[in-house]
């Protein structure tokens, strides 16, 4: 049984720093991994990605220059390093796998077959 468990949400000023992980188990080799959010009253968004390889990302243009993605497959365990935070960054963040064999990181919800339960960030101001 597939399982992504996110962590390392909490509270923090603008301007500041938070890495979030997402640990994936119930199998040996996991594809291309996302990240996304959602504020409370919207959408859950895109925010970045990565192929298994590491080789392709994909960000959200909201998150560019702010926020990195990356994997270690030896631990089964996607990062997302966020930098700048600023209060509209608040949002439940979510691990998902797209099942998929390629390297495109897709940007649209539906493709993600497994997803974590979110780990809550508040970015106060």
């Known amino acids: 049984q597939v399982r992504l468990v996110e962590s390392g949400g909490g509270l923090v000023q603008a301007g500041g720093s938070l890495r979030l992980s997402c640990v994936a188990s119930g199998r040996t080799i996991f594809y291309v991994m996302a990240w996304f959010r959602q504020a409370p009253g919207k959408e859950r968004e895109f925010v970045g990605g990565?192929?298994?390889?590491?080789?392709?990302?994909n960000y959200a243009d909201s998150v560019k220059g702010r926020f990195t993605v990356s994997r270690d497959n030896a631990k089964n365990t996607v990062y997302l390093q966020m930098n700048s935070l600023k209060p509209d960054d608040t949002a439940v963040y979510y691990c998902a796998e797209d099942l998929r064999t390629g390297n495109t990181v897709d940007t649209t919800t539906t493709t993600y077959e497994y997803w974590g339960r979110g780990t809550q960030v508040t970015v106060s101001s």
């Open positions: 990565i192929s298994r390889s590491g080789a392709n990302t």
